[in-house]
């Protein structure tokens, strides 16, 4: 009864939600504008900007592009800031059946999916990690159990204005820490790559003996 007289609104339109859709019209998703990364993990935009400082990187897949006049941009903003991260799961869950249909990604291999952990001191902020809420949706899509405890990070980000991609990594070196064994391939989730940087510190902790791929649900325009 409450639903026919309050229906749930899209988080991003507010136009009234069916009973099938949470969170996000289909109207928005179909909006996003798609990378087709998917398509050829190891030739897009996402893998050139990871790959020379990861020798175990398999393949990048960036969901949809983050610039100016993306929705993305305002989706991120709203999981980031203003405790909606079930929109970020639902473009994850809708970039996972993309993957699924059209991609080139060897899921059969992939042993479990992992987000991108975030400090204590953002977590308790936040309140939650808004890249596992990118990995629910992943692995609820792709049917890839979601790894949870793995993976630590101990320190904020220190201020990175003017540094340069290099310096930005160096910078991050000894923030993250892999606390327990990993399978030998996994999924690296994230919510949006930029320079790299953090991701590519991230990497660096993880065995040498793990193939990684990497899944972010967007990517910014080409950044020094």
């Known amino acids: ?74 989706w991120v903003q709203l999981a980031k800031y203003q405790g909606q991260p079930i929109l970020l799961k639902v473009a994850a869950t809708f970039l996972g059946q993309l993957i699924l249909h059209e991609g080139q990604v060897p899921l059969q291999e992939v042993r479990g999916i992992l987000p991108m952990p975030i400090s204590p001191e953002r977590l308790r902020q936040r309140g939650y990690n808004q890249a ?23 320190h904020s980000t ?24 990993l399978p030998e391939s996994v999924i690296v989730v994230d919510d949006v790559l930029t320079t790299g940087a953090t991701l590519t510190a991230a990497l660096h902790s993880l065995p040498s003996s793990t193939d990684v791929w990497i899944i972010t649900v967007g990517i910014t325009q080409r950044r020094s």
């Open 132 to 154: 596992e809420w990118v990995a629910r949706g992943l692995s609820e899509a792709l049917k890839i159990p979601l790894l949870k405890g793995y993976w630590k990070r101990i």
């Open 158 to 181: 220190a201020s990175q204005i003017g540094k340069v991609r290099t310096e930005r990594w160096i910078s991050l070196q000894g923030d993250f820490i892999c606390e327990k064994k």
């Open 1 to 74: 009864m409450w639903d026919w007289l309050y229906p749930p609104l899209c988080g991003v339109c507010e136009a009234p939600l069916h009973k099938t859709e949470r969170g996000v019209c289909i109207g928005c998703l179909l909006r996003l504008p798609q990378t087709f990364f998917w398509r050829n993990p190891k030739n897009n935009e996402g893998y050139y900007r990871l790959a020379a400082l990861n020798p175990n990187l398999k393949g990048v897949v960036c969901g949809f592009w983050y610039t100016s006049g993306s929705p993305l941009r305002k």
